[in-house]
C-alpha cells in the first residue's frame, strides 16, 4: 500500500470512479484550482510571443499581456539506472549546463529522480534523488508508468526552491536557452499531434466523468515538455498516477492507447483539477519531421533517423546513414558519430553535431 498526503476534497462518486481497481490509497481530489475559464478558443503561442487560434480555448487578455520579473524553473527528468537511460541523461545533463546561465535562459536547479530505488554511478555527476519503484509486475512492462509515481515520491521528500518545475526527458537536448514559457498559473506545454482527446471521447469518459466539462477541456499533450508551479504539479501528480494505473487496468484503454497511455493519463489528470496549459508549438522539435530548428528550444529525439547517401528519408527503412538512439540500448553511443550526408535537413544534423560535443566533452565516456 502506497500512501501520501491528502491532497484536498472532491466527490466520493469522482473518487470512485478514479480509483476503482487500483491497490492503492486513494487521494482526494482538490477542487479546481482554476475558475472562470474561457471555452471558445485556444491560444498557442510562438517564440516571438505571436498568437496561433484554435477554437478551444481562449487566454485571458490579463495573461497574454502579463510582464513578470524572471522566474526561474527546476529542471526534472526520471530516469532508470539502464546504461540506454544514463547515456542519455549525460548529455541531456550537458546541455543543461551549458545553456543555463546564458542569456534568455530562466533555468534552475536540476535533479535526475532515480527511480530505480538504489544509486548508480552517475550519483556524483548529475544531482539525483532516488525514490521507489512501482511494486513489482504493477507497470507490467510499461516502464514510464513509474513516472507519475516518481514525481509523487519526489515532489513530498525533495527541498525545491523554485517556484516553478520543468518535467523533462533524457533524449531531451536544449538547443538554445529555455525562458519560463508558463504564464502565471497556465503551465506551458508542447501540443502532440497524435494525442487527441476528442477522436477518444468514449475511452476518457471512463476517467473524465461529463460533470467534468466537455472533453476539449482534456488538453492534447503530455507531461513533457511541461513547465507548472510547483503548487499546480503537487494536486496533479497523485491523481496522474492513479489515472495511469486505471487505464493500465483497463483492456480497452491500454490497448488503445499504448505508449501514451501515461501521457492521456497526465493530460486527464490536469483537466480534473482544472489546470488548463498554455500550448506551445516552439518548445520542442522531433526529427526527422521538423526539419529546421529555428526558434525551438529543445530537440527531442525519440524518432529514428534514417537516410540515403542522397539524403533522402528512409523512414521506416534501416537508411545508409542513420541516428536512432535505440541502437545503443546496452550502452554509449561512440563518441566522433559521422554526420550525415549533403541534403539532410539542418535540425538531424544539429542533433548529432550536439551529441559529439557532448560526448567529446563528458569525461569517462567510453567506460560507461
Not at 540515403?308 to 542513420?322: A, F, H, S, V
Request: net charge neutral; aromatic share 12%.
Amino acid at each position: 500500500m502506497i500512501s501520501r498526503k491528502n491532497m484536498g476534497s472532491a466527490s466520493p462518486l469522482l473518487l470512485i470512479t478514479l480509483v476503482l481497481g487500483v491497490c492503492f490509497a486513494t487521494y482526494n481530489l482538490v477542487t479546481m484550482v482554476m475558475h472562470n475559464r474561457s471555452i471558445s478558443k485556444l491560444t498557442i503561442y510562438n517564440s516571438d510571443g505571436g498568437i496561433f487560434v484554435d477554437p478551444i480555448i481562449e487566454m485571458p487578455e490579463s495573461v497574454r499581456k502579463l510582464k513578470r520579473a524572471k522566474m526561474p524553473f527546476h529542471v526534472a527528468l526520471t530516469a532508470t539506472d539502464a546504461p540506454y537511460s544514463k547515456w542519455q541523461c549525460r548529455i541531456m545533463y550537458y546541455w543543461y549546463k551549458k545553456q543555463k546561465d546564458l542569456p534568455g535562459s530562466e533555468m534552475g536547479g536540476f535533479t535526475r529522480i532515480l527511480h530505480s530505488g538504489n544509486p548508480d554511478n552517475l550519483m556524483n555527476e548529475i544531482p539525483t534523488v532516488i525514490v521507489d519503484p512501482l511494486p513489482a509486475g504493477l507497470d507490467r512492462g510499461y516502464i514510464v508508468l513509474n513516472r507519475p509515481w516518481a514525481f509523487v515520491q519526489w515532489l513530498e521528500k525533495a527541498t525545491i526552491e523554485e517556484e516553478y518545475v520543468l518535467m523533462a526527458e533524457p533524449d531531451h537536448i536544449f538547443v538554445t536557452p529555455l525562458p519560463n514559457l508558463a504564464h502565471g498559473g497556465y503551465p506551458a506545454a508542447f501540443p502532440f499531434f497524435y494525442i487527441k482527446p476528442d477522436q477518444n471521447e468514449k475511452l476518457l469518459r471512463k476517467f473524465f466523468p461529463e460533470e467534468m466539462g466537455p472533453v476539449t477541456n482534456i488538453d492534447p499533450i503530455g507531461n513533457s515538455p511541461v513547465i507548472i508551479k510547483k503548487e499546480l504539479l503537487e494536486k496533479i501528480a497523485p491523481t496522474w498516477m492513479n489515472v495511469s494505473l486505471k487505464m493500465k487496468d483497463d483492456p480497452e484503454t491500454d490497448k488503445t492507447f499504448g505508449w501514451v497511455l501515461e501521457m492521456y493519463a497526465y493530460a486527464v489528470a490536469s483537466a480534473l483539477h482544472g489546470v488548463q496549459h498554455v500550448l506551445q508549438k516552439d518548445f520542442m522539435l522531433q526529427q526527422p519531421w521538423d526539419l529546421e530548428v529555428g526558434k525551438k528550444y529543445i530537440i527531442h529525439y525519440t524518432y529514428g533517423c534514417d537516410y540515403n547517401m542522397k539524403g533522402e528519408l528512409t523512414y521506416g527503412k534501416i537508411g545508409e546513414w542513420r541516428f536512432d538512439k535505440r541502437s545503443f540500448l546496452r550502452g554509449p553511443p561512440p563518441r566522433n558519430l559521422p554526420l550525415p550526408p549533403p541534403g539532410v535537413p539542418e535540425s538531424v544534423v544539429t542533433l548529432v553535431k550536439m551529441v559529439n560535443e557532448a560526448t567529446a566533452n563528458i569525461p569517462n565516456w567510453d567506460a560507461e
